[in-house]
């Protein structure tokens, strides 16, 4: 068995079969910098580096490509309002992008390309796209000709008379096809723009990651994926503009996660429930808030409230404490044989299962629900009256492939003050002396410092209440 994908285009699970054995060309739209980025923003992110790292594990040399849209409608807008250059508002929120999704655990792109830093592919994308007889320009704009690519709409399902334009699609006099869409805009009066043989512009949206793409991964790719916002109108023309150029496949398969709601109601401004990942990791670990984009199928709508991050944050903080005991616990283990083989194969048995649930379409929901299992067994084997460091080793090695792979880390115990320290010798103390008095007012009292004791069969463990 392999690796399956649910294929947008195909509407179905298909097996993953990479263009070139053990590499993957994978691109994933990023975000327009014109502010922090919202947590529907932050889904893809996870969830594709998610994939990028189960698929680094599986093997396979991973090429990872994500955009940044740094010129646009919106950054034009957010410059006139706070009289700034559209570049330096771009780079501020490409840094703060940076410093989100670092602490949200996911890795950086092999290349992070802009638009700005892209003009010359992408005008040379659009004057072969007018040679080619697809695109026609018209008053310094240039636009597509979308009934002239015949597969128009494969990807959403739709049929060329059945499409309603986008909101990013406007309509002009200056098209000749309420269908068309823009590849070149030209300037308004201010605006930053560029030279380029239909006058001074800037690209329009859809263009950017088809000619970026072509840069640096070539014609066709085995992974496209992005929200599934972007499946219309966005997706289905970058391969309207890439196949009609290169004749060939744009995409293999195509990935897009589900929306995200907040306290069951779409998000959205108007509502005021709009939730900015820079303040939620203000309040929250961020290791929580990607361990809750985890819990369920990337596929499938995902519902945030403060309750279920609250309970997501109780759930990581078990299986965090099930690996601190093992590692405690490690230091009083010996070298036993009696019984480990029985264990070594339970854990390798929750191996083989994290491997097929995430080979299915990568549920990481099933995947995590391993992890808790996982944890499970660590816990009943520390009831042993006897335990093995092979026995030890081996939970612990598995604990850091799963979390290596869904992108999370293991809390290092804290080192606490002089003074909490002491507190807890003297209560581990009373209660061997059973003074269980003493030994209370002491739980109080650390308490009262925000430090709750647990007594485990391996001793007294502390955390930060």
Request: hydrophobic fraction near 35%; glycine fraction near 6%; proline fraction near 3%.
């Amino acid at each position: 068995m392999g690796i399956k994908i649910y294929n947008t285009e195909a509407r179905e699970k298909q097996d993953f079969i990479p263009l070139e054995e053990g590499k993957v060309k994978m691109y994933v739209c990023g975000p327009t910098v014109y502010n922090y980025i919202h947590i529907g923003n932050a889904r893809p992110p996870i969830v594709f580096d998610t994939v990028r790292r189960y698929l680094e594990f599986r093997g396979y040399d991973v090429q990872y490509i994500s955009n940044f849209t740094d010129v646009d409608d919106k950054l034009i807008k957010a410059a006139n309002e706070l009289g700034e250059e559209v570049p330096t508002i771009a780079e501020r929120f490409i840094e703060a992008y940076f410093e989100d999704v670092s602490a949200l655990g996911c890795k950086k792109a092999d290349v992070h390309p802009r638009v700005t830093e892209s003009m010359d592919i992408i005008l040379e994308f659009i004057q072969a796209l007018i040679d080619k007889g697809y695109a026609y320009e018209s008053e310094g704009d240039v636009y597509f000709q979308t009934r002239k690519f015949k597969d128009y709409g494969k990807l959403s399902h739709q049929s060329i008379d059945e499409l309603r334009l986008g909101e990013r699609i406007a309509v002009g006099e200056k098209k000749q096809d309420s269908l068309d869409f823009v590849l070149w805009k030209a300037a308004k009066p201010g605006e930053i723009s560029w030279k380029s043989p239909w006058g001074e512009g800037r690209p329009g949206w859809h263009i950017e990651c088809s000619a970026m793409i072509k840069k640096y991964l070539g014609d066709t790719i085995d992974i496209h994926a992005g929200g599934q916002d972007l499946t219309f109108p966005h997706h289905e023309n970058e391969i309207a503009q890439s196949e009609a150029l290169s004749g060939k496949t744009f995409a293999r398969y195509w990935m897009h996660n589900g929306y995200i709601n907040i306290d069951n109601e779409k998000m959205s401004k108007s509502l005021g429930n709009f939730v900015l990942v820079h303040d939620i990791i203000k309040k929250h670990d961020p290791q929580v808030l990607r361990f809750f984009m985890l819990s369920v199928h990337y596929r499938n709508p995902i519902n945030y409230t403060e309750e279920s991050l609250e309970n997501t944050r109780a759930a990581l903080e078990r299986i965090q404490t099930s690996y601190q005991n093992l590692k405690h616990r490690k230091e009083t283990s010996t070298n036993l044989t009696e019984n480990n083989q029985e264990w070594l194969d339970k854990i390798n048995a929750l191996h083989e299962e994290f491997i097929r649930e995430m080979d299915d379409d990568f549920n990481t929901a099933n995947a995590i629900s391993v992890l808790f299992e996982l944890s499970k067994l660590s816990n009943y084997y520390l009831m042993e009256k006897n335990t093995a460091v092979e026995v030890i080793d081996a939970f612990t090695k598995e604990f850091d492939i799963l979390f290596t792979v869904l992108g999370l880390s293991i809390k290092e115990e804290e080192l606490l003050d002089e003074e909490i320290e002491q507190l807890i010798e003297q209560r581990i103390q009373a209660r061997k002396d059973r003074n269980f008095q003493l030994s209370d007012q002491i739980r109080d009292q650390l308490k009262s410092m925000n430090i709750i004791l647990e007594d485990t069969p391996q001793g007294t463990r502390w955390k930060r209440g």
